[in-house]
Nanobody, 123 residues
């Protein structure tokens, strides 16, 4: 059974940084592309970033480029999202997801999702 467990969310001040983690189990992690998707209060799902199975290719939504960095450690079965220079617009529940192919926006179509971790940007 695929299990994805996000952690690292919390309250952060505008301009601050946060690193999210996603621990994967129940499947062969390095067989899968991974993604981060978020949902702000009262809004729909928004794709954030994808990473290929070996980390060799990464993709970002335009508003996250230069601020967010996706990475993975296949030895630890863990996905990361480093968030820098956050703003109130980044307040959302962040989900990790596992799928077959990484690309621009593809992660939002993945079948396997975690339960999410809340990120709140506020002073």
């Amino acid at each position: 059974e695929v299990q994805l467990v996000e952690s690292g969310g919390g309250l952060v001040q505008p301009g601050g940084s946060l690193r999210l983690s996603c621990a994967a189990s129940g499947f062969t992690f390095d067989d899968y592309a991974m993604s981060w998707v978020r949902q702000a209060p009262g809004k729909g799902l928004e794709w954030v970033s994808d990473i290929s199975w070996n980390g060799g290719s990464t993709y970002y939504a335009e508003s996250m480029k230069g601020r967010f960095t996706i990475s993975r450690d296949n030895a630890k079965n863990t996905l990361y999202l480093q968030m820098n220079s956050v703003t109130s617009e980044d307040t959302a529940v962040y989900y990790c997801a596992a799928g077959q192919v990484a690309g621009l926006g593809t992660g939002i179509e993945y079948d396997n999702w975690g339960q999410g971790t809340q990120v709140t940007v506020s002073s």
